[in-house]
């Protein structure tokens, strides 16, 4: 196959459009044989059911009827006062009894069924009385001796007797004729020559015939008697697939390929089995294969005439445009292409191509400028974001001096004083570290729970605050200073603008696989002014040069920050409730410190 890959790749122009129309038309010519095969093998398959089903269901039909009226024809056995002492056992028969019930039993076979082979008569507790007894009188081995009475006529499939003969049963409910009482069942053994009397007049062709299936896979009617009373598995008939019931397969039997149908008897639940050669059905299909290669013959001998004149008036254009994309692939733009053909997709493929050729040197320096926008832009997002986002005071100096403040207050015992410029110094010192932009959510509510204490000695009196976040959730990440700078707003907007009189509330909670951290207030709410200020700020692009210069770390820039870090999924929502307050939420993936490091 690799040989006939290189042999095509190494030839000629003419040669690989030969080789494609030709191998187009053969192909065209196989889809066709094989649909018409496969069309013809469908209507054949459903001429075979049609015929098989109408023949099984005569079969099915003929058994029914049979069984039927064997059942019929105990009604007056059944009734017999004899009959009904015996089942019911509450008297003991004497031997005139026992002898009058057998010959009505031997009455039953002469006026009825000759193929009967024996009759048993099965009480509720198991006794048995059997027309012609078995030597031992061991009835336990026998088919029907464990069903247990259930007020249904039953059949049981083909079974051998102790004397090797082929035979099935039907077991009959007896009644009590006093109180309507199950009392037993009669047991019918007869042997298969009316079964096979009926099997053998449904002829299906010279070699097709039909054989019986029980429910659990024995064998109750074949040609073959051997195989009667065998399971499926242990006979030649294993190789059938014969689980799909009402429709029709071909499959392998005896060497020959075969049509197989299998339908139930809804009065038994057996399965009856047609086979049939193929060829006895689908007589016709070799005419239609003898034509298909005829077809193909002749399809053959006019492309080898008629391809390669059509061909020429083709392949002299494209070996032109050949030569020309080769020389514009060497780097020679200056190449055009003149009229090569007077077919019309010709002059226009040689017009599109000289376009082409004068757009590439536009594009190519366009591309080259594009390439150097895009490596300034990485630049711009991975360097110059972050540290535009930073705030860009020096804090070293301030809460160096606010630490010295923080020793004054010990030392002047003003606790108060102390407490503020620590916690002031400890915020600016958690802002100015670079060493870490990710941190757990645990250290951010820390330097926000200071922030919240500063606000609390500003408004000593009418100020809340609450950080209600369940545990589970402290060892997430979140970008440092994300939660303060929006706490700062609520305060600003919140709390400052009713007098200090105000709360704000810090929760968080799972979303899928975000979290979503949400922070409260009951202010009087962002007007809307501001809020489209905010909107529009939130949808400048992580590229604009206008998020890089701000002095603060406003909500924008967290926003923008988050964005960076996460993807555009992600970052800031606010919703203000005119004169009821505002919610802020910041959404981001919901990752712990383990699985953060290995993102």
């Not at 994300?482 to 709360?503: D, F």
Request: aromatic letters at 10%; one cysteine or more.
């Amino acid at each position: 196959m690799r040989r006939g890959l290189k042999f095509i790749q190494n030839s000629s122009i003419t040669a690989r459009m030969f080789t494609l129309f030709f191998g187009l038309s053969i192909l065209v010519v196989v889809l066709m044989a094989s649909f018409s095969f496969y069309f013809y093998n469908k209507a054949v398959k459903h001429d075979f059911k049609t015929i098989t089903g109408e023949a099984s269901e005569r079969l099915s039909y003929h058994l029914e009827f049979y069984l039927k009226q064997m059942a019929q024809s105990t009604g007056t056995m059944i009734t017999n006062s004899l009959t009904q002492d015996w089942l019911e056992g509450e008297r003991p028969l004497t031997s005139q009894d026992v002898n009058d019930l057998h010959r009505a039993l031997e009455m039953y076979i002469s006026f009825n069924f000759r193929e009967i082979v024996n009759l048993y008569l099965v009480s509720s507790d198991k006794r048995v009385f059997a027309l012609n007894p078995l030597k031992n009188n061991d009835y336990s081995h026998e088919p029907w001796f464990q069903q247990t009475p259930t007020g249904k006529s039953a059949t049981m499939p083909t079974y051998r007797t102790d004397n090797g003969q082929p035979v099935m049963s039907m077991l009959i409910p007896v009644y009590s004729t006093q109180d309507v009482k199950l009392i037993g069942n009669l047991v019918i053994e007869f042997s298969l020559a009316e079964v096979k009397s009926t099997f053998m007049k449904s002829n299906l062709g010279s070699n097709g015939f039909f054989f019986m299936l029980s429910d659990k896979g024995e064998v109750v009617y074949y040609p073959q008697e051997s195989w009667l009373g065998q399971p499926l598995q242990e006979t030649d008939l294993a190789v059938l697939d014969l689980r799909d019931t009402g429709r029709s397969s071909v499959q392998w039997w005896n060497g020959r390929k075969s049509l197989v149908d299998v339908i139930k008897s809804e009065q038994t639940g057996w399965y009856i089995v047609a086979i049939v050669p193929y060829q006895e059905i689908a007589s016709g299909l070799n005419s239609a294969i003898n034509s298909s290669i005829i077809t193909v013959i002749i399809i053959i001998i006019c492309l080898v005439g008629i391809i390669p004149l059509v061909l020429r008036k083709f392949i002299e254009p494209v070996k032109k445009m050949k030569s020309a994309m080769e020389r514009v692939s060497r780097g020679d733009l200056s190449i055009r292409v003149d009229q090569i053909s007077d077919i019309n997709e010709f002059q226009s493929l040689s017009h599109s191509f000289n376009k082409m050729v004068d757009q590439l040197n536009e594009n190519i320096q366009m591309v080259a400028e594009l390439e150097v926008k895009e490596v300034k832009l990485q630049l711009h997002q991975q360097e110059a974001t972050i540290q535009a986002l930073q705030n860009q005071i020096n804090p070293h100096l301030l809460y160096n001096t606010l630490g010295i403040i923080s020793g004054i207050a010990s030392i002047e015992d003003s606790p108060l004083i102390g407490t503020i410029s620590q916690n002031l110094a400890d915020i600016y010192r958690y802002a100015a570290s670079f060493s870490n932009m990710e941190v757990t959510l645990s250290d951010e509510l820390s330097i926000l729970r200071k922030y919240l204490d500063i606000i609390h000695v500003r408004f000593p009196r009418r100020f809340d605050s609450k950080v209600v976040i369940h545990e589970k959730y402290l060892n997430c990440r979140i970008l440092k200073l994300t939660l303060q700078p929006i706490v700062e707003n609520a305060v600003k907007y919140g709390v400052e603008a009713r007098g200090g009189g105000g709360a704000i509330i810090v929760t968080a909670f799972a979303e899928g696989q975000d979290l979503i951290i949400e922070i409260a207030d009951n202010g009087p709410g962002i007007d809307e002014a501001k809020q489209r200020s905010y909107h529009q700020e939130f949808q400048v692009s992580l590229a604009d040069d206008t998020i890089h210069g701000r002095e603060s770390l406003g909500l924008p820039n967290v926003h923008n920050r988050i964005r960076l870090k996460y993807g555009a999924g992600y970052g800031i929502a606010i919703h203000s409730f005119p004169g009821r307050g505002t919610v802020t939420s910041v959404r981001i993936p919901l990752l712990s410190i383990e699985n953060a490091s290995e993102r």
